[in-house]
């Protein structure tokens, strides 16, 4: 059974750092792509970051590109998101997921239940 | 960056109801779409991948159609455990943007 499970969340200060992990467990970590996907409170989903299973690509979305840092170390079985220069906006509880891949299109088939980060 | 629109924001619907639900992409996406379904306090779950293959174990009442630019979401016959707000993503092109959402309330 597929398991993902975040952790890291907390409250941090404007300007200030955080690293979520996203511990994998029941399929090879390092056959699939992987995901994190955050939710404001009260508000729809963002797709945040993609990392390939080799980790030699990686993808962002505007918001976040040059603040944050996607990353996995295969050999823990564990996805990182490494945060910076945290604003009032980057609050939402980050989900991470496994995705399945057509070539480069990926979508994401199981979710973790997510962590929550609070800037303020 | 790719928009998705979904329309409704808010659909009202009976226990029994046939509903549809519908995403547009600013361009085309060829069939690159997923749609989820979210309760509250719960991570989403993948309902359809490649906008009409059903993920293994969700109900057949639920099927997607579509390619391009237009694509649907249809709950055959609603069923009380359906009424959750319902994404579509596309994933054809970074950055995989979200539709707003549709919120699916019990008249």
Known sequence: EVQLLESGGGLVQPGGSLRLSCAASGFTFSSFAMRWVRQAPGKGLEWVSDISGSGSNTYYADSVRGRFTISRDNSKNTLYLQMSSLRGDDTALYYCAKGYCSSTSCYAGHWGQGTLVTVS | ?107
């Open chain 2, 1 to 107: 960056d790719i928009q998705m629109t979904q329309s409704p924001s808010t659909l009202s619907a009976s226990v029994g109801d046939r509903v549809t639900i519908t995403c547009r992409a600013s361009q085309t996406i060829n069939v690159w779409l997923a749609w989820y379904q979210q309760k509250p306090g719960k991570a989403p779950k993948l309902l359809i991948y490649k906008a009409s293959t059903l993920e293994g174990g969700v109900p057949s009442r639920f099927s997607g159609s579509g390619s391009g630019t237009e694509f649907t979401l249809t709950i055959s016959s609603l069923q009380p455990d359906d009424f959750a707000t319902y994404y579509c993503q596309q994933y054809n092109s970074y950055s995989y943007t979200f539709g707003q959402g549709t919120k699916l309330e019990i008249k």
